[in-house]
């Protein structure tokens, strides 16, 4: 089966950096998404990374590690419209590859 | 950009009702896929299809049912609503190798 853990909420300040770590135990890993989700809002789509380091995209990056079977996304300079839940998702290869398994979702609260 | 259109926004029906949830997608993406979504649970695949009149279930299928009998619509079905079905309904089609595209959702209420 799989499972992924992700904290349930993390509280930053404008300005700051904050991480978000996702921890995934999957039969056939092929990959890891993350998503942005908006109070009320549907899950937009962030990054994927299927090899081990770090993808850069603006304000957001995001990490593997194959080997820990972990990874985070980093967000920089961070903005009160950054105040969303963030999924991490894994995508498997068994069965089909094209399902994503999703994560609880961490609700990041940014203050001002 | 793909754009994922799901029917009703907020629904409210009774227990044992046959309730039917629209969504169609722009492009020609052929895996669509529907997540409900609980607090504290995330998003739980319910049913997925990869093709027109092709379908496999997901992680929590029972009391659902779908149809795809056009490539850009995908129909989830609830065939007699319970109050444990009261969700938040999400439909996705996939956006290349990388990730899904969702619908706006529908919050659906069994009273």
């Known amino acids: 089966g799989q499972s992924l853990e992700q904290p349930s909420e993390v509280t930053a300040v404008e300005g700051a950096i904050v991480q978000i770590n996702c921890t995934y135990q999957?039969?056939?890993?092929?990959?890891l998404s993350w998503y942005q989700q908006h109070d009320g809002g549907a899950p937009t789509f962030l990054s994927y990374?299927?090899?081990?380091g770090l993808e850069e995209t603006g304000r957001f990056s995001s990490f593997l590690s194959r080997s820990d079977s972990y990874g985070y996304l980093l967000l920089q300079e961070l903005q009160m419209k950054d105040s969303a839940s963030y999924f991490c998702?894994?995508?498997?290869?068994?069965?089909?590859?094209?399902?994503?398994?999703f994560g609880s979702g961490t609700k990041l609260n940014v203050k001002p | 950009d793909v754009k994922v259109t799901q029917s009703s926004r907020y629904l409210v029906k009774r227990t044992g009702e046959k309730v039917f949830l629209e969504c169609v997608q722009d492009?020609?993406?052929?895996?669509m896929f529907w997540y409900r979504q609980d607090p504290g649970l995330g998003l739980r695949l319910i049913y997925f299809?990869?093709?027109?009149?092709?379908?496999e279930k997901g992680d929590i299928p029972e009391g659902y049912s779908v149809s795809r009998e056009k490539k850009e619509r995908f129909s989830l079905i609830l065939e007699s609503a319970s109050t444990n079905q009261t969700s938040m309904y999400l439909c996705?089609?996939?956006?290349?190798?990388?990730?899904?595209?969702f619908g706006s959702g529908t919050r659906l209420t069994v009273v």
């Open positions: 299809s990869y093709d027109v009149k092709m379908k």
């Open positions: 999957t039969s056939g890993f092929y990959g």
């Open positions: 990374n299927a090899l081990d």
């Open positions: 998702a894994v995508r498997d290869r068994a069965h089909n590859f094209n399902k994503f398994y």
């Open positions: 492009m020609d993406h052929e895996n």
């Open positions: 996705a089609s996939k956006r290349g190798p990388l990730g899904y595209t």
